[in-house]
C-alpha cells in the first residue's frame, strides 16, 4: 500500500466527513473551516500543521502523529489523545473547546493552553511540566497523579487540584486559584 504525502497544501471549507479523509502523511498542510468530527485519522501523521476553526470532534485517532502542531479556534470534544502515536507528540491550542477530551499518560510538556475550555477533561498521569493554562476554564478536569511542575495556572480558573497526588514543585498559581488546592480539604474560605 502506497503511503499518501501532502505537503504545503491548503485544504479550506472541505467536509471530509462527507467528502471522505486520504490517510497519509500532511507536512506544513493547514486545513481551514474543515469538517473532521467523527473522521478517521488513524494512521496518519502531521508534522508542522495548523487546524484553525475546524470541528474535529469525536475523530478516531488511533496512532494519528501529531508532530509541532497547531489548533485555533477549532471543536474538539471528546477527543481520546492517548491512542495517539505519542513519539515527538508537540500540540498547541488557542481559542478551542476541548470538552470531555482525554490525555491520559500522555506527555505534554510545555503545551500551551490558550483561551481554551478543558471542561470535563482528563488529565490522568499525564506530565504537564511547564504547561501553560491561559484563561482556560478546567471545570471537573481531573488532575490525578499528574506532573504540574512549572505549570502556569494563573489565568485559569474553575480547577480543583489535590496537591497531595499531583507533582505541584514550582508551578504557578493567582491567588484566588488557591481555593482549587483546597477544596478537598471541605474547609471554608472567606
Request: glycine share 4%; proline share 1%.
Amino acid at each position: 500500500m502506497t503511503q499518501n504525502f501532502f505537503e504545503e497544501q491548503h485544504f479550506e471549507r472541505i467536509d471530509f466527513a462527507s467528502d471522505g479523509f486520504v490517510k497519509g502523511e500532511y507536512e506544513y498542510c493547514t486545513f481551514t473551516n474543515a469538517n473532521l468530527s467523527s473522521v478517521d485519522l488513524s494512521n496518519s501523521r502531521f508534522a508542522d500543521c495548523k487546524f484553525i476553526g475546524c470541528n474535529i470532534s469525536l475523530a478516531k485517532l488511533g496512532k494519528t502523529s501529531f508532530q509541532n502542531v497547531t489548533f485555533k479556534d477549532c471543536k474538539m470534544l471528546g477527543l481520546r489523545f492517548e491512542q495517539c502515536n505519542t513519539f515527538g507528540m508537540s500540540l498547541s491550542f488557542e481559542n478551542c473547546i476541548l470538552d470531555h477530551s482525554t490525555f491520559f499518560e500522555i506527555n505534554l510538556k510545555k503545551t500551551d493552553f490558550k483561551n481554551t475550555l478543558l471542561r470535563e477533561v482528563d488529565f490522568t498521569k499525564s506530565n504537564l511540566t511547564q504547561a501553560l493554562f491561559d484563561h482556560c476554564d478546567l471545570s471537573r478536569a481531573i488532575f490525578d497523579q499528574s506532573i504540574l511542575e512549572k505549570a502556569d495556572f494563573r489565568t485559569a480558573f474553575n480547577y480543583v487540584i489535590n496537591p497531595e497526588v499531583n507533582k505541584l514543585k514550582k508551578a504557578r498559581f493567582a491567588l484566588p486559584g488557591i481555593v482549587g488546592l483546597l477544596a478537598q480539604y471541605d474547609i471554608e474560605i472567606s
